[in-house]
């Protein structure tokens, strides 16, 4: 592998190291989902700052350029990423779902217990909570 390309392999991963790092600390990717990201970031890292074991998987692959190892890696991490989140979304689909049928539910038993046979959206004012200190206006 030529020096820049691995310079190259060193900066890109450090750098999704650090993009994720920060990502979590702005709360704007939970910790939970940053584990994969992290495991990419450190994978390639290693394979950047290896050169022989690079050199040793492109021969084993039967590749002439070992540098495109790193990029077979980081196609196959993007992929289990990919997976992993469609399971997640997939899980919360199901969860959003079942939240749906519950205020259905939820929402015919307040209707049968008010003995408002309209729909109590449309008939009657939206309902807020109250503090304990405010009493409920008529």
């Known amino acids: 592998m030529t020096d820049v390309v691995q310079w190259v392999a060193i900066a890109v ?9 920060e990502l979590v600390r702005r709360r704007r990717l939970v910790e939970e989902h940053s584990f994969i990201w992290l495991v990419c970031a450190v994978a390639l890292l290693g394979l950047s700052l ?18 495109a190892v790193l990029l077979l890696v980081l196609v196959f991490f993007v992929f289990l990423a990919s ?16 939240l749906v049928e519950e205020v259905a539910i939820l929402e015919a038993r307040i209707r049968g217990i008010e003995g408002d046979p309209v729909n109590s959206s449309s008939a009657a004012p939206a309902r807020t909570s109250l503090g304990s200190d405010q009493a409920p206006r008529e």
């Open 83 to 98: 997976l992993y989140f469609s399971v997640v979304i997939s899980g919360q689909r199901r969860q959003i779902e079942h």
């Open 13 to 21: 991963s450090l750098g999704l190291f650090v993009l994720v790092i």
């Open 50 to 67: 290896g050169r022989r074991f690079l050199d040793v998987a492109a021969r084993w692959l039967g590749v002439y350029y070992p540098p």
